[in-house]
């Protein structure tokens, strides 16, 4: 079964950081990943797809790695801002369409 | 992009009563949609996959008989919540692939309270 985690469950950091969150997954079969941003109350906006076959996907100031072999992905932010506060949510999709959510990430940028 | 609707985006119901919930795809058509539950601070949990002129495929410990779902449309699926509990109260969203593209698009979520 497959289960995915991110690293840190919670995060608050002051405005301009560059910063990382992490999703791990524990069966590398996927088709591709897609990390998702939540507001509160509200539903998903998606950020970035990687498909299996590739390493990165970059967008702005978001920047999103793949190692599928390991089980691992990453999302990098760099020069945050107090707009990027949210949770953010990976989410990884094996040979149908069914998607399976990580755990998230809340992420609090102050000024 | 694609878009996806879901109404309403907030309904109060009273514990017992049914209440459906509406997922449209806007300007695609979607022979397969997906409904997801999501607690406070939790992430969402797959309920079930909603297909286009067949039975949905609920996942483990989803009860069909207490979550309906008919995808009377490519463009419709629907959610209905019956004799709604308390402990029903949550937030319904629903995503949809559009054929041919990788993405899933979601709707805005539905919020449940059941009172």
């Known amino acids: 079964k497959q289960e995915v985690t991110q690293i840190p469950a919670a995060l608050s950091v002051p405005e301009g950081e560059n910063l990382v969150l992490n999703c791990s997954f524990t069966?590398?079969?996927?088709?591709?990943l897609q990390w998702f941003r939540q507001d509160p109350g509200k539903g998903l906006t998606s950020l970035l797809l990687i498909q299996s076959s590739q390493r990165e996907q970059t967008s702005g100031r978001l920047n999103a790695s793949l190692d599928k072999s390991s089980g691992r992905s990453t999302l990098y932010i760099a020069a945050s801002q107090p707009g990027d506060s949210a949770t953010y949510l990976c989410?990884?999709?094996?040979?149908?369409?069914?998607?399976?959510f990580g755990t998230g990430t809340r992420l609090q940028v102050f000024p | 992009g694609a878009v996806v609707s879901q109404h309403p985006s907030r309904v109060i119901c009273k514990s017992g009563t049914s209440v459906k919930i509406e997922c449209r795809s806007l300007?695609?058509?979607?022979?397969?949609m997906f409904w997801y539950r999501q607690f406070p601070k939790q992430s969402l949990m797959l309920m079930a996959t909603?297909?286009?002129?067949?039975?949905?495929?609920?996942e483990q410990g989803v009860e069909k008989d207490k979550f309906l779902i008919n995808h009377a449309s490519l463009t419709l699926s629907t959610l209905t919540v019956t004799s709604a509990h308390p402990e029903d109260s949550s937030f319904y969203i629903c995503?949809?692939?559009?054929?041919?593209?990788?993405?899933?698009?979601f709707g805005p979520g539905t919020r449940l309270t059941v009172t």
């Open positions: 300007d695609f058509q979607a022979t397969t």
């Open positions: 989410a990884v999709r094996r040979n149908t369409d069914k998607l399976i």
């Open positions: 069966d590398s079969a996927i088709y591709n």
């Open positions: 909603s297909n286009e002129g067949s039975k949905a495929t609920y």
């Open positions: 995503s949809a692939p559009p054929a041919g593209l990788y993405e899933q698009y």
